[in-house]
């Protein structure tokens, strides 16, 4: 016999039956007669508990030879009270022991590599993780495992009178989190999705064509590049599409707006300024370099520094303010190219406002 939800509040379920109609009431006063404690919630619970112990005394005297009870115990769960009369609570293996073995390749190869790692004598776990390396199942080969080969260089990164290069955009994170700035520079950055993607060939598109105000010719050169996302055919392709339509209607706007009002000045313009930084084992040369994407110049003399940044791409989270990376723009601009600044101002054009 298998007796299953055995749960608290499942079985037994001591919730009042028959309240709509009070069709217990109805019962109890026929078979017992009307007396002052039927109306007590506590005298009905007793009553209904004892009905749930007559149902599982009837279900257990079913069985020939075994019973079997289920029951679970998580954070939210609870095993009843019945278990307690099949398997004494001190009686039952703990629930660590009961857990199921793992059932996808990656998890089992965790739990073989724990066994290992815990006794290295451990001659099942070792043959079963060679079987699974054998089948080619990542993680498997001891090879693929990480901590177990000595480092291959212990020294510093760079040179003790080597320049530390820096870009504008990374100042910002650089200050505030050095050791995410080093990993990220080390190559430990999340993968190119495809928003990434398109905010580039959007990107190519305005260096390509920085003063053009026709949709038609920014979608076209679009085109061109369309392939490069390797999109299948179909709604996402379409939808997609779509986006990048808006923006380039947006970034033809600002190429209109921009073209009566001011004057450009460049486009992808290389600057960089040099500090020097005070540490505790002495000074360090910092070169702060990088692309500035375009500059306009107001008949005033002032300028405008634009950052393109596609809406596609999605800034990180915890993202330092706008002018942690500006801010070092404006020490990196080459003031020989400009000998008539009056005024800075930063600006992005709607069709590169971060999302």
């Given at each position: 016999m298998i007796l299953t939800g055995l749960q608290e509040g499942v079985w037994p379920n001591l919730k009042p039956r028959g309240q709509m109609l009070s069709s217990t009431d109805l019962v109890e006063v026929v078979e017992h007669g009307a007396s002052p404690e039927d109306s007590s919630p506590l005298v009905r619970r007793i009553r209904t508990?004892?009905?749930?112990?007559?149902?599982f005394a009837a279900a257990a005297s079913r069985a020939r030879a075994r019973i079997f009870s289920v029951a679970v115990e998580a954070e939210e769960e609870q095993p009843s009270m019945f278990l307690d009369l099949i398997t004494p609570a001190h009686q039952r293996p703990p629930v660590t022991a009961l857990a199921p073995d793992p059932v996808t390749g990656p998890r089992l190869v965790a739990q073989l590599r724990r066994r290992l790692e815990a006794d290295p004598e451990d001659r099942a776990a070792a043959e079963a993780l060679a079987a699974l390396a054998e089948h080619r199942i990542s993680g498997a080969d001891p090879l693929q495992w990480w901590g177990l080969h000595p480092l291959s260089h212990d020294g510093p990164l760079l040179d003790p009178d080597e320049e530390v290069r820096v870009?504008?955009?990374?100042v910002g994170g650089a200050v505030a989190d050095p050791l995410g700035w080093f990993t990220a520079e080390a190559g430990g950055t999340e993968p190119t999705d495809f928003s990434r993607m398109l905010g580039t060939l959007i990107h190519e598109v305005a260096e390509n064509h920085p003063e053009e105000t026709d949709p038609e010719e920014l979608s076209a050169a679009l085109a061109s590049r369309w392939s490069q996302l390797a999109l299948d055919p179909g709604w996402q392709a379409e939808a997609e599409w779509a986006r990048a339509q808006d923006m380039l209607?947006?970034?033809?706007?600002?190429?209109?707006?921009?073209?009566?009002?001011?004057?450009?000045?460049?486009?992808?313009?290389?600057?960089?300024?040099a500090t020097t930084l005070t540490l505790s084992h002495g000074e360090r040369d910092v070169i702060i370099s990088g692309m500035i994407d375009r500059v306009e110049r107001t008949p005033e003399g002032g300028l405008w520094v634009i950052d393109s940044r596609p809406a596609a791409v999605r800034p990180p989270p915890r993202r330092p303010p706008a002018t942690a990376s500006w801010a070092p723009i404006s020490c990196c601009l080459p003031m020989q190219s400009f000998p008539r600044v009056s005024a800075l101002r930063w600006r992005r054009p709607p069709c590169c406002t971060s999302a």
């Open positions: 508990l004892q009905d749930e112990y007559r149902l870009s504008p955009s990374s209607r947006q970034l033809a706007q600002y190429h209109r707006e921009s073209r009566a009002a001011r004057e450009l000045a460049h486009v992808e313009l290389k600057a960089a300024a």
